[in-house]
C-alpha cells in the first residue's frame, strides 16, 4: 500500500485516551504521561499514534506525529463501509456492520472518533473482549485497513464484476435508470406493480 502524504490532506486531530504514568527510581518517582492521539480528514482517511513525554502538551504533539505516519485510506459505500468484518489486535476484538442511511455512528470508547475522523457517517460497530483502548483503537485500524470493495476483490482474483456480484451491478443499474428517468417514488411503484399484473394475467390465462 503507497504511503498517504498527510500534509496533502486537511486532518482534524482528537485526544482518544491520557494516561498517567509513574516510575519509581532510587532518586525518588518520576511522572510522565502517554497520550493516545487520532486524526483524519472526515473523507477517508485516518490514522492514529501513541505519544510519551514528561508533559501532556508534548505528549500530544508527539502522538500527533506518530498518528500522521500511520495515516490509512478507507473504502466506503456511500457513507457506510462495504461489508461486515471482526478483527482482534491482542486481547481486543471490534465487529464493524454497515449500516443503512440516517444510522449514524453507534459505537463507543476509542472506535467512535476512530470511524468520525475516517468519514465514516452510518456504521454498527461494537468492542468485545479487552477495554485496553490502545489495543480496541488498534484492533479497530486493522478492521479499517482490511475492507475491501467489490471492484477491489474483483480486480485482484481477475474477474469481471458481473461474475462476482452480479446482484450488485443490477441494483446501480436500476438505481442509475430511477435517478435518470424517473423519480425514486416511481420505481418503488412501478416495481411493486408488476409482480402483482403479472400474476392477474397468468390467472387469466389459465381461465
Excluded at 502524504?5 to 504514568?21: C, F, S
Excluded at 478507507?74 to 443503512?100: D, L, Q, W
Aim: proline fraction near 6%; include cysteine.
Amino acid at each position: 500500500m503507497p504511503k498517504i502524504n498527510p500534509d496533502a490532506l486537511d486532518l482534524e486531530e482528537q485526544v482518544i485516551r491520557t494516561n498517567k504514568v509513574q516510575k519509581t527510581h532510587k532518586g525518588g518517582r518520576t511522572l510522565s504521561w502517554s497520550v493516545l492521539i487520532a486524526v483524519g480528514d472526515r473523507n477517508g482517511h485516518v490514522g492514529i499514534g501513541l505519544g510519551k513525554a514528561a508533559g501532556i502538551p508534548d505528549a500530544i504533539r508527539k502522538g500527533i506525529e506518530d498518528a500522521k505516519k500511520n495515516i490509512i485510506e478507507v473504502p466506503m459505500v456511500g457513507t457506510t463501509i462495504p461489508h461486515e468484518i471482526e478483527m482482534n489486535f491482542g486481547a481486543a476484538k471490534v465487529r464493524m456492520k454497515p449500516a443503512s442511511p440516517g444510522t449514524g455512528v453507534v459505537a463507543g470508547g476509542a472506535v467512535r472518533p476512530i470511524l468520525e475522523l475516517a468519514g465514516v457517517r452510518d456504521v454498527l460497530a461494537k468492542s468485545l473482549g479487552s477495554p485496553n483502548a490502545i489495543n480496541t483503537a488498534k484492533a479497530a485500524m486493522v478492521c479499517l485497513k482490511s475492507l475491501k470493495v467489490a471492484e477491489r476483490v474483483a480486480e485482484l482474483r481477475g474477474k469481471r464484476l458481473e461474475d462476482l456480484v452480479p446482484w450488485l451491478v443490477k441494483k446501480r443499474a436500476e438505481a442509475a435508470t430511477a435517478a435518470g428517468d424517473l423519480g425514486p417514488a416511481e420505481v418503488v411503484a412501478e416495481d411493486e406493480i408488476q409482480p402483482e399484473a403479472t400474476e392477474s394475467e397468468a390467472t387469466e390465462s389459465e381461465e
